[in-house]
């Protein structure tokens, strides 16, 4: 079992900055990578980016590439998503997950954090 926490969220102007942290708990050992997924209301969770736990590998959505970083700390065993230049439409719970390798499903998720930007 993996446990993870999102901490982070909050209520952000337009143009501003907020960075996510989701700290991992438990058999991380088995961790291949991490990934954060978000969803808005009436919307389907989407994914967002992801981290392979050992070579660093990033994926971006096209949505939020040159704005947001995905990175980790891996004595801490803990993953971040800086986000820059958030726009209204980043607004959504986002979600921290973790799969165990590159052909299974993410399968250990967050409680989520919640993430608003105003216009």
């Known amino acids: 079992q993996v446990q993870l926490v999102e901490s982070g969220g909050g209520l952000v102007r337009a143009g501003g900055s907020l960075r996510l942290s989701c700290a991992a708990s438990?058999?991380?050992?088995?961790?291949?990578?991490m990934g954060w997924f978000r969803q808005a209301p009436g919307k389907e969770r989407e994914f967002v980016a992801s981290?392979?736990?050992?070579?660093?590998?990033?994926v971006y959505a096209d949505s939020v590439k040159g704005r947001f970083t995905i990175s980790r700390a891996g004595a801490q065993n803990t993953v971040y998503l800086q986000m820059n230049i958030l726009k209204p439409e980043d607004t959504a719970v986002y979600y921290c997950?973790?799969?165990?390798?590159?052909?299974?499903?993410?399968?250990?998720w967050g409680q989520g954090t919640q993430v608003t930007v105003s216009s």
């Open positions: 438990g058999r991380t050992f088995s961790t291949y990578a």
């Open positions: 997950a973790s799969r165990s390798s590159s052909y299974t499903p993410y399968d250990y």
């Open positions: 981290i392979t736990w050992s070579g660093g590998r990033t």
